[in-house]
């Protein structure tokens, strides 16, 4: 069989790796923006604490209004979490399992969605709610919007750990053309202003390893909601 010489004899190890180098800004929407690789120097102290916090309030499968059971498992830490099932969606100050106050939000995980956002133009960012959404393969988010929060003016950060994923950036109503965007290991995406309430989702979980988290994305999310 013949090979043309820029065709690699060996299976590309580092495919699902971040194509771009940590650092650089790009900008998605008028005012959304993702930081890639931002997380990364945060590592050391930011999976411990999401350690800490996943073992006072543990990842769950919910249901939504509808009665589907989502593919995403969640948890929350911070003074509000978000929760759904059969009466709707909402934020709680107590996780409905335990019936004990959510997880406090660790201050290394305020102080990353903080300086993310800055980085990205929103200063005195104060998110009281951490989403914690798990990902395993064939797990997915469809397109949605997010307008349960009370401070709509607010930013939303987003911070994507383990296996890389397609977020699907839409328009304002579901019909909309989205952007699919690849998210990795580290990367910060930011959101807010006019960008804040367009729709959006995540492809189905490609199958995979990631060395630090196994096979498995975790994606922090970071909003006030109070
Ligand atoms: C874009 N989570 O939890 S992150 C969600 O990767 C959610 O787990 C996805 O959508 C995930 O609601 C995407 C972030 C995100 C959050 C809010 C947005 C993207 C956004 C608001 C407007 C536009
Ligand atoms: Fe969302």
């Known amino acids: 069989m013949m090979r043309s010489n820029d065709t690699p004899l060996t299976p590309d190890l580092f ?7 940590p650092g650089q800004t790009e900008r998605i929407g008028q ?24 073992q006072a309030a543990p990842f769950r499968q919910m249901v939504t209004p509808g009665g589907f ?3 995403v ?16 969606y909402r934020y ?15 201050a290394v995980f305020r102080e990353l969605a903080q300086a993310a956002a800055r980085q990205a133009g929103f200063d005195g960012f104060e998110p009281d709610a951490c989403l914690i959404n798990r990902y395993v393969p064939g797990a997915r988010m469809s397109l949605h919007q997010d307008k349960d929060e009370r401070a709509l003016d607010a930013p939303i950060v987003s911070i994507s ?7 699907q950036f839409g328009g304002f109503e579901r019909s909309d053309k989205s952007q699919r965007i690849p998210l ?20 189905p979980l490609k199958d995979g390893q990631h060395p630090r988290l196994g096979s498995q994305r975790i994606n922090l999310t970071f909003r006030t909601a109070g």
Do not use: I, K
Request: net charge negative; charged share 15%; proline share 9%.
């Open 184 to 203: 990795f290991h580290g990367d910060a995406v930011v959101w807010g202003g006019v960008d804040r309430l367009r729709y959006h989702g995540v492809l």
């Open 92 to 106: 709680t100050t107590n996780d409905p399992q335990t019936g004990q106050p959510w997880p406090g939000m660790p």
């Open 31 to 54: 005012q959304a923006f993702v930081l890639r690789g931002f997380a990364l120097a945060w590592l050391e102290r930011l999976l411990p604490a999401l350690d800490t916090v996943l």
């Open 69 to 71: 059971t989502m593919s």
């Open 15 to 21: 495919a699902d790796q971040a194509p771009t180098p």
């Open 161 to 167: 750990l383990g296996l890389p994923a397609v977020f």
């Open 73 to 88: 498992a969640l948890t929350s830490c911070g003074a509000l979490g978000w929760t759904t099932d059969r009466r709707g």
